[in-house]
Each structure stands twice: as C-alpha cells, then as structure tokens.
Antibody, heavy 132, light 108 residues
C-alpha cells in the first residue's frame, strides 16, 4: 500500500525549532518529487516547500524562506522539514505530499519541461502548535 | 505574490451540476489541479492537468480551462461530494506552487 506518514509535530515556543519527518512506503520514494503543505486551523491549504527526487531542485514559499529547510534521505525513504525561528502563524497541520512528474525534454537550453500529475498521495498530517 | 481566486462557497441540490471556478493570471501558462478535502481528512486529488481525472475518481468530476479561469464541474452532485475544494497551480516561473483559498461545496 502506498503510504506517507508524518511525525515530529508538537508544541513549541515562538522562536523555537522543530523537525518534521515523512516516512514513505509502498513506492519507489527516490523516483518522486515531494512537497510539504500546511493548513492553519480553520483555514485553507498553503504550499510550503518542494524538493525534486534527487534534491537538486528546492523551492520555498516566501512565508518560510530563510527559516525552513526541506531535505530528503532516499536511502531511508524519508522526507524532512527543519523549521527554525517558529512563529505563531506557523501553527498548522503539516502534510507531506507526493508529486509525480515526467521529464518531457528541454523547453530551451537549461530549461527542462515536465508533465506534472498533481499531488497524488498525501499523509494524514502532523500538528505543529507555536505558542508560549 | 501570486494568487488564485475561488468563490468561498457554492450550493447545489442533489443531482444538479456544481461548478467551481478558479482564476489566476498564470493559468494560461500553468496547469491546474483540484483537490477535495472532507473534514478531518487529508486532501484528495480529483483533477490534474486542467481536465484529467486520476484513476478511482468518479466520472462526474471534470475540469476545463479557458484563459485565466479554470473550472471544476461536478455533474449529478451527490451528498458525499459535500467538501472543501481547492485549486492549485504554479506561478509563471513554475517555481512556486500556490493553492486557491478553497470553496465549500454544500449539498442542500
């Protein structure tokens, strides 16, 4: 069964740090790009970060840039999110989501073209609460 | 920063057709995706690449695109379709994913 399981959430004081993990099973983790997506209580979904299958490409939302770091260990089938300088507005359920894509070629030299299939597998989420 | 705009709510009676729109300047260039989220559950992908349906998603779910607006259409709405629906795409550079604010679908 294809599965993603997040862990590492909890209560942390403002300015503190937390490391989230996402354990993948049932598929070849090293072949897939991954995302972190969060949802504040009663609010909508917010994309947080993206990492390609080989970790060569990483993107962050402006709201977390410079504070959060995404990484992965393909040998351990795991995705991570290191969160530093946490703020009250980071309080949310954090989901990891698989992001399958196919490389179609080069749009222009140095500009790859991909076919994306959407975030097709999600974990159940882990809750992060930032409060004093 | 780039934004996708959805109506906060849509209401339909069972058996009717629900249409949820999503607007964004980069949508002519970037594909759109739709997710269904029921209370206390993780989101589920229902449409990818504007109009493609993943395996296991009922045929009553369809997607379309026209200019800066994409639309999720649910034909013959059932009570089980009551949920929040989110569109998702990327900015014009493709480096930033973005979600719309979400639309609460109520089945009357």
């Amino acid at each position: 069964e294809v599965q993603l399981v997040e862990s590492g959430g909890g209560l942390v004081q403002p300015g503190g740090s937390l490391r989230l993990s996402c354990a993948a099973s049932g598929f070849t983790f090293s072949s897939y790009s991954m995302n972190w997506v969060r949802q504040a209580p009663g609010k909508g979904l917010e994309w947080v970060s993206y990492i390609s299958s080989s970790s060569s490409t990483i993107y962050y939302a402006d709201s977390v840039k410079g504070r959060f770091t995404i990484s992965r260990d393909n040998a351990k089938n795991s995705l991570y999110l290191q969160m530093n300088s946490l703020r009250a507005e980071d309080t949310a359920v954090y989901y990891c989501a698989r992001d399958p894509q196919v490389h179609l070629g080069e749009l222009s030299p140095g500009q790859p073209l991909y076919y994306y299939y959407g975030m097709d597998v999600w974990g159940q989420g882990t809750t992060v609460t930032v409060s004093s | 920063s780039y934004e996708l705009t959805q109506p906060p709510s849509v209401s339909v009676s069972p058996g009717q057709t629900a249409r949820i729109t999503c607007s964004g300047d980069a949508l002519p260039k970037q594909s759109a995706y739709w997710y269904q989220q029921k209370p206390g559950q993780a989101p589920v992908l229902v449409i990818y690449q504007d109009s493609e349906r993943p395996s296991g998603i009922p045929e009553r779910f369809s997607g379309s695109s026209s200019g800066t607006t994409v639309t999720l259409t649910i034909s013959g709405v059932q009570a089980e379709d009551e949920a929040d629906y989110y569109c998702q795409s990327a900015d014009s550079s493709g480096t930033s994913r973005v979600f719309g604010g979400g639309t609460k679908l109520t089945v009357l």
